[in-house]
């Protein structure tokens, strides 16, 4: 194996845990909530928009935070989650650009 093989190989290997959080419908739901709302929204009117509990929607936004998907916001007593997926695609981006380059050089 080449070093440039063994390189995207470990891109593929730092992107897992970014890829297996966009597959659960829920995860890609709220994703696409909080795209359409660039100030935030709280726990509770996620949980209004896509119709899970709360507790739910709370271990969703865990998993979103913890991958750099979002970040909370505290206003008043409430956290608001906001999306901030730019590094995640930055990552994923690179993977695939890794991937076509080497496609492109067979």
């Known amino acids: 194996m080449n070093k440039q093989t063994a390189q995207i190989l470990q891109q ?13 419908e829920n995860r ?5 909530l909080l795209a359409q709302h660039k ?15 709360r507790p739910a929607v709370s271990h969703h936004l865990k998993v979103l935070k913890q991958s750099g998907y979002i970040h ?3 206003k008043g007593v409430e956290n608001y989650y906001v999306l901030t997926i730019r590094k995640p695609l930055e990552q994923l981006k690179s993977l695939i650009a890794a991937v076509e380059a080497e496609c492109s050089r067979s």
Do not use: R
Not at 12 to 24: A, E, N, R, Y
């Open 12 to 24: 593929f290997k730092d992107c897992i845990p970014l890829m297996d959080v966009l597959t659960d």
């Open 28 to 32: 890609q739901a709220i994703i696409m």
């Open 39 to 53: 100030s935030g929204l709280n726990v509770n009117t996620i949980s209004d928009h896509i119709n899970l509990s």
């Open 72 to 74: 909370s916001e505290k």
